[in-house]
């Protein structure tokens, strides 16, 4: 049985998703299977207020990639979008830091006047999926607040958002503290994806910030140590460096190496298997003698066909795994 077919008929293939990574590897996953076969369990860990809006970023990153609309060189925001609205603030002396668009902010004011009238954060999520059209779900990993903090070496404790647009990602990273998210529970719907997958991936996304927070959620890191499902996940790192963010900074800082083989240490636990890049080949057997099945592969996502090539590679370690 294909890996394919066995989505369409077996339970979906969960993605644990945050960043521009993970986005990309998702375009590509939807047109290896069925979109619909695909639920995104996204992280909310960089969820913040600006201007008085709740901002999700990596739903929002994701949302906006798959349908397309993503601006192609930042690889977030709205393509073409227009900025009066911070313009004009920052001419009236407020701090405009948090660069968002106009049409974003939109989107992101829908989410709060819905979450101010009751609706849950799953649920406003749902809705913005439905107005792009896409018919891959989409859910948030909680609905409870869930900011990820940073510590750095002077002291300062500060939301991730702030470390990574404002201050540009320092190196000087002591700690990530993800205790709000260890005090959270699932948004609805997660638990169910996790226990009827036909197959769990973890994106190439950054290990700390993005696919960390997920796993800090207590209930989910249960239902992937319970669940029957194969578990694989894709290493962000490429020859000792991050694609795209901060992940080399935040895994120096929270203890680990900076190479495919010290994310398949963390997640070691997690995966029985897990795709590296070409580059990194040679580590290979390092990362089989943590115990996980492990191939090598172009997962430099330069374009819509790598992308596919490599959702297709994760889905196929995955059946191995079965």
Same mark, same amino acid.
């Given at each position: 049985?294909?890996?394919?077919?066995?989505?369409?008929?077996?339970?979906?293939?969960?993605?644990?998703?945050?960043?521009?990574?993970?986005?990309? !590897?998702?375009?590509? #996953? =939807? &047109?290896?299977?069925? @979109? *619909? +076969? %695909?639920? /995104? $369990?996204?992280?909310?860990?960089?969820?913040?207020?600006?201007?008085?809006?709740?901002?999700?970023?990596?739903?929002?990153?994701?949302?906006?990639?798959?349908?397309?609309?993503?601006?192609?060189?930042?690889?977030?925001?709205?393509?073409?979008?227009?900025?009066?609205?911070?313009?004009?603030?920052?001419?009236?002396?407020?701090?405009?830091?948090?660069?968002?668009?106009?049409?974003?902010?939109?989107?992101?004011?829908?989410?709060?006047?819905?979450?101010?009238?009751?609706?849950?954060?799953?649920?406003?999520?749902?809705?913005?999926?439905?107005?792009?059209?896409?018919?891959?779900?989409?859910?948030?990993?909680?609905?409870?607040?869930?900011?990820?903090?940073?510590?750095?070496?002077?002291?300062?404790?500060?939301? !991730?958002?702030?470390? #990574? =647009? &404002?201050?540009?990602? @320092? *190196? +000087? %990273?002591? /700690? $990530?503290?993800?205790?709000?998210?260890?005090?959270?529970?699932?948004?609805?719907?997660?638990?169910?994806?996790?226990?009827?997958?036909?197959?769990?991936?973890?994106?190439?996304?950054?290990?700390?910030?993005?696919?960390?927070?997920?796993?800090?959620?207590?209930?989910?890191?249960?239902?992937?140590?319970?669940?029957?499902?194969?578990?694989?996940?894709?290493?962000?790192?490429?020859?000792?460096?991050?694609?795209?963010?901060?992940?080399?900074?935040?895994?120096?800082?929270?203890?680990?190496?900076?190479?495919?083989?010290?994310?398949?240490?963390?997640?070691?636990?997690?995966?029985?298997?897990?795709?590296?890049?070409?580059?990194?080949?040679?580590?290979?057997?390092?990362?089989?003698?943590?115990?996980?099945?492990?191939?090598?592969?172009?997962?430099?996502?330069?374009?819509?066909?790598?992308?596919?090539?490599?959702?297709?590679?994760?889905?196929?370690?995955?059946?191995?795994?079965?």
């Amino acid at each position: 049985m294909s890996a394919a077919t066995g989505a369409t008929r077996s339970g979906p293939v969960v993605a644990l998703a945050g960043g521009v990574g993970a986005a990309r !590897f998702l375009r590509g #996953l =939807v &047109r290896a299977i069925p @979109p *619909d +076969a %695909v639920v /995104a $369990v996204v992280n909310t860990g960089d969820d913040c207020e600006f201007y008085n809006v709740h901002v999700s970023p990596d739903l929002d990153i994701v949302t906006y990639t798959l349908s397309g609309v993503v601006d192609p060189k930042l690889g977030y925001g709205l393509a073409g979008d227009t900025f009066a609205l911070v313009d004009g603030l920052a001419k009236l002396d407020h701090e405009t830091w948090f660069h968002l668009g106009d049409r974003d902010y939109a989107n992101c004011l829908h989410r709060t006047l819905r979450l101010a009238g009751g609706a849950g954060l799953a649920e406003v999520t749902d809705e913005l999926r439905h107005a792009h059209g896409l018919e891959t779900r989409i859910l948030p990993m909680s609905e409870d607040p869930c900011p990820t903090l940073v510590e750095l070496e002077d002291g300062r404790r500060i939301h !991730f958002e702030e470390y #990574l =647009v &404002r201050y540009g990602a @320092p *190196d +000087a %990273v002591r /700690a $990530v503290n993800l205790s709000a998210a260890g005090r959270a529970t699932p948004a609805p719907g997660v638990l169910e994806a996790l226990h009827s997958a036909r197959s769990i991936i973890l994106c190439p996304s950054n290990p700390v910030v993005s696919i960390g927070p997920i796993l800090a959620v207590p209930a989910i890191s249960q239902a992937l140590s319970e669940t029957a499902a194969p578990v694989v996940a894709i290493s962000p790192i490429i020859g000792g460096a991050a694609v795209k963010g901060p992940a080399a900074q935040l895994l120096r800082g929270t203890g680990s190496e900076v190479s495919a083989r010290g994310v398949a240490r963390r997640y070691r636990d997690i995966v029985g298997g897990m795709l590296i890049d070409s580059r990194d080949a040679e580590q290979v057997p390092d990362v089989e003698a943590l115990g996980l099945r492990c191939r090598a592969i172009d997962t430099l996502m330069v374009d819509l066909e790598v992308s596919i090539a490599l959702a297709r590679a994760a889905l196929d370690l995955a059946e191995s795994l079965r």
